[in-house]
């Protein structure tokens, strides 16, 4: 593996970014973001509607390689490895896996929804799909509600257990990276809080990246947070530093609700 540049702390951190631009047309969505993301952390993106999160943590597992005239320059790298010309996408997408704003079980039986990824990786033998299909589950921590249920639609659960069983689908493939991009803006709070001590959970085992308009979230589960404005990442630090003394004014006009 090719050596890539050491965090302060020691560590090689799971995703290089340098100097990242990316157009969709004409327009600059992504304007030189340079950042590095550690493993076994929660690292938030947050800022106001329309200035990027979603594009950048959809960059990190090239699902914009398929929009029409997007352009991506600079580099992002995973474990040293550069995700556009030392990896294909396939390969890519298997270890970052990602959680959609709305939960999007498919129409299949809960069983069938967790085995899916397996199944497509060439594991058919029932034994071990059983196996895989009950860990994902119950580190998605719904196991206890659907054991019983497995053969049943998934559409016929929750919004709440959707998401969690969406979780168990990405967790069924053991991702190195889980990207979140609001996971829970269409939850209860009951399922939120159950989301967020899902993630927090997880982080010992993956490195995860969350997409998420509530401030409070970012505070209360992530390790370290992003604040993106019009493309740009104005400024990035520990979770607790960038709430209490962001170094920037915009990030305090922001969290403080004077943005506007
Ligand atoms: N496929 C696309 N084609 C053209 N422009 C796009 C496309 N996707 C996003 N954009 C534009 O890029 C900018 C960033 O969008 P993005 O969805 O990344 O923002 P966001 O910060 O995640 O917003 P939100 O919080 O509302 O989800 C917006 O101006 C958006 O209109």
Redesign the pocket.
Known sequence: MEEGKLIENGGMPKFDITDLNLH??T?H?LKGINMKIRKNEITAFI?P????????LKTLNRMNDL?DNVKIEGGVKLDGKDIFKEMDAITLRHRVGMVFQQPNPFPKSVYDNVAYGPRIFGIHRKAELDEIVERSLRQAAIWDELKDRLNKSALGLSGGQQQRLCMARTLAVEPEVILMDEPTSALDPISTSKIEDLAMELKEKYTIVI?T?NMQQAARISDRTAF?LLGEMVEFNETGKVFSMPKDKRTEDYISGRFG
């Open positions: 969709y047309g327009f969505a800022g509607s329309g200035c990027g999160k979603s594009t950048f929009v997409v308009h993106f």
